[in-house]
């Protein structure tokens, strides 16, 4: 009883050694800090500094550095260990989460923002560092350079206000990739300088090292990255090793190239950040791991450093928490007042700019954490930083919620007309035939899918009305189990759907109907028996008794093989009652893709696009190529190549837009594109303007063949 007693003591000692234990209470802490703080709205990331202070040495002392002794007998610090994974995680999202095609779009505006933000912080920053609180050289420039950097922690609020595509987000966003960038070059010159005399020699190494660093990292590691990913496809969990892996080579590359990691990491997120969309499952997979883990982590290690005590020794330390604070929010204001001036900005929009450039969170933190280390800070600095994240992450949500308030309230909300059905109503219906081609299929609705709507998307599958149906509806549930499996890798929720019918299509109509489903997204038709050619196909008779939009894949390469996308557009396109709704997905498609858009049409159509894409503020790249014998499809081929991803506009018989030549364009189009990535689109329709739903077997179709056969006949004779 004694032993046992004196084992207990001994584990619960403080500080704790005990690495389970240990363990056991950093993931406690990361489980109940947002539960308990998120009431008050405190910010996350201060939550876990706060935890950290309160159980690190300086407060409760139950957390310290642990060394786990390995075989060699030299000692590994645990929580550093994954506290420097956190810090390259940050970063290395804070590369990956940034939207290029926002950047290119508003590049110059970007640049002037971008280089007011840098230089306005630093030119406040570094005399009052220098001069008033008395540092020397290397100090103030490192603590005027962390004004400079900001992180788009209040992101989400613009977000749900519906003013992200409002232009002054626009340049934040492209300035945000500026000044890290800028201010990480700056980092790496000052631990040089801290190490050694800067020379003629370390500058010529540093800019040999730093081209050759960005030649590997921007020109041969997306092109392995695009070949693993092509090759290696079904194996889900090795891309998302390949992604770690990639991460850690190019810090370490960087320390060689006489960097710091955290540049690495950041330069990682901007080479990847073409091949992986944001609403892929991979990309979910990096967000959740680092979110649960690795971040929380490094935040929890930072307050462990922080000493609150040193704020109550003397007023020297005050001074210098509230004099970081004061500086680091004027600056900002002042650079977001002098870019409204520039672009004749309104004040609501001036506010927009401060409110999301004003938080310091994820970058400032990984500056001084490296300065700390190195020995260029003091502890003063330290603290003061993390008095000065938790003042201007507040302010930032509180600034930035009241302008996007005002924003909406002026009606220069983002136009919601660009898609005619309210996004947050959005239903998706995905019927499935053929299990071996559902993964991409359910991959293309993710991307595409409203990210506001609360609707799942809903996965049916259809089972004959016969004497085996009960054992068929056993299998089909199975079927569906094994798609919740695989949409679950990239968090996206999915309604099971099973119904018993005496035909496929009708009852894929009939489930459409009682959903109210906007979108239906099938798989390519395969080959059909001589009956079924005869009275129409099943998709024919699916779209026959449907109304809702209708997309039709047949995706057997992976996105990433993707240059461009393509779209044929006949002529009167505009006029169906689906434009705007399949015009808005490719947008979308292409933006999580971060491809461009190539839109082959007639002048007319042309226009209308052109207006929508105006109305839309796009930031994916497009242009246009025009083609008016549209009787004559396979002359579309001059325009197609074999890196891009064409889509076909087509529409139901009867509707405005239909010509015969869009007749059977499935099987035309599959044939003669065998070997690329097609989609092709029936837009919605105005209900109850058909005459077929009261029948089972579809007539019309033959009569249509036999008119075109017949006109063949003659053209053949002329």
């Known amino acids: 009883m004694d032993k046992f007693l004196h084992h207990i003591s001994e584990a619960f000692s403080t500080p704790l050694t005990n690495p389970v234990l240990v363990f056991t209470i950093i993931l406690t802490i990361i489980l109940i800090s947002p539960i308990i703080l998120r009431p008050i709205k405190v910010p996350g990331i201060i939550g876990f500094i706060l935890f950290g202070v309160l159980f690190g040495p300086h407060g409760l002392n139950w957390l310290s550095k642990i060394d786990k002794v390995t075989l060699q007998g030299n000692g590994v610090d645990a929580i550093d260990l994954f506290s420097t994974i956190g810090l390259l995680y940050i970063m290395f999202i804070a590369g990956l989460e940034l939207d290029m095609n926002e950047f290119k779009k508003t590049k110059n505006k970007s640049l002037l923002f971008g280089l007011l933000t840098f230089i306005i912080p630093i030119s406040i920053g570094f005399p009052v560092c220098y001069y008033f609180l008395g540092y020397e050289l290397l100090p103030s420039i490192l ?219 994820a970058a400032t933190l990984a500056i001084i954490m490296v300065g700390y280390d ?66 991409p299929i359910l991959d293309f609705a993710t991307l595409i899918k409203s990210k506001k709507s609360h609707h799942p998307l809903n996965i049916l599958s259809v089972v004959a009305d016969n004497e085996q149906a009960e054992r068929n509806m056993v299998n089909a549930r199975k079927n569906l189990d094994n798609m919740a499996k695989y949409a679950s890798g990239s968090a996206t929720e999915v309604e099971l759907l099973t119904t018993i019918d005496f035909n496929i299509a009708s009852g894929i109509g009939r489930t459409a109907r009682e959903l109210f489903a906007d979108c239906l997204i099938l798989g390519w038709p395969s080959a059909t028996s001589f009956i079924e050619k005869i009275v129409g196909e099943k ?73 929508l894409l105006e109305l839309a503020q796009t930031s994916v790249p497009f242009s246009f190529a025009n083609y008016e014998d549209w009787d004559n499809i396979y002359g579309l081929a001059t325009f197609s190549n074999t890196d891009a991803l064409l889509v076909f506009v087509s529409s139901r018989y009867g509707e405005v837009s239909y010509r015969d030549s869009l007749d059977g364009l499935a099987k035309r189009v599959g044939r003669y594109f065998k070997n690329q990535n097609l989609i092709l689109i029936f837009p919605s329709r105005r209900e109850n303007q058909h005459i077929d739903d009261y029948e089972d077997i579809q007539t019309a179709p033959i009569f249509r063949k036999i008119s075109r056969e017949i006109g063949n006949m003659f053209n053949k004779e002329k």
């Open 143 to 361: 603590i005027a350079s962390m004004f400079a950097t900001h992180t788009l922690v209040s992101y989400p609020i613009v977000n749900s206000y519906g003013v992200s595509k409002n232009e002054a987000v626009a340049i934040t966003i492209g300035g945000t990739i500026l000044t890290d960038t800028a201010v990480l070059i700056i980092l790496a010159i000052l631990t040089g300088a801290a190490q050694g005399q800067i020379n003629q020699q370390f500058w010529v190494t540093l800019g040999v090292s730093f081209a050759l660093f960005l030649f590997i990292m921007f020109g041969i590691i997306p092109r392995i990255a695009k070949w693993f990913f092509q090759k290696i496809e079904s194996e889900k969990t090795a891309h998302y090793i390949f992604v770690l892996a990639v991460v850690f080579f190019a810090a370490f590359l960087a320390e060689i190239a006489g960097l710091e990691p955290i540049i690495g990491a950041f330069v990682a997120g901007l080479a990847l950040n073409k091949l992986i969309p944001h609403s892929s499952a991979l990309m979910n997979r990096i967000e959740f791991i680092g979110n649960a883990i690795f971040i929380p982590f490094f935040l929890i290690s930072v307050g462990m450093i922080v000493d609150v005590s040193v704020l109550t020794k003397g007023p020297m330390a005050l001074i210098i928490a509230g004099t970081l604070t004061f500086v680091a929010v004027t600056g900002k204001f002042l650079a977001a007042t002098a870019t409204q001036l520039a672009f004749a900005y309104s004040k609501n929009q001036r506010n927009l700019i401060f409110g999301l450039s004003n938080a310091h969170a």
């Open 374 to 439: 190195k020995e260029i800070i003091d502890e003063n600095v330290l603290n003061g930083t993390i008095v000065l994240i938790l003042i201007t992450c507040i302010i930032a949500s509180m600034v930035t919620e009241n302008a996007s308030r005002r924003i909406v309230m002026e009606g220069h909300q983002d136009d919601e007309h660009v898609e005619h059905v309210p996004e947050h109503e959005e239903q998706v219906l995905i019927p499935i035939a053929n299990l071996a081609n559902m993964e």
């Open 539 to 611: 998709t024919e008779s699916i779209l026959n008794r449907t109304d809702a939009n209708l997309f039709m894949c047949k995706l057997d390469h992976p996105f990433l093989s993707h240059k461009s996308i393509i779209l044929f557009v006949p002529p009167l396109a505009e006029s169906e009652v689906g434009f705007e709704y399949w015009m808005e997905k490719m947008l979308k498609l292409g933006q999580e893709l971060s491809i461009p858009l190539l839109y082959v049409c007639d002048l007319r159509t042309q226009a209308a696009i052109e207006t």
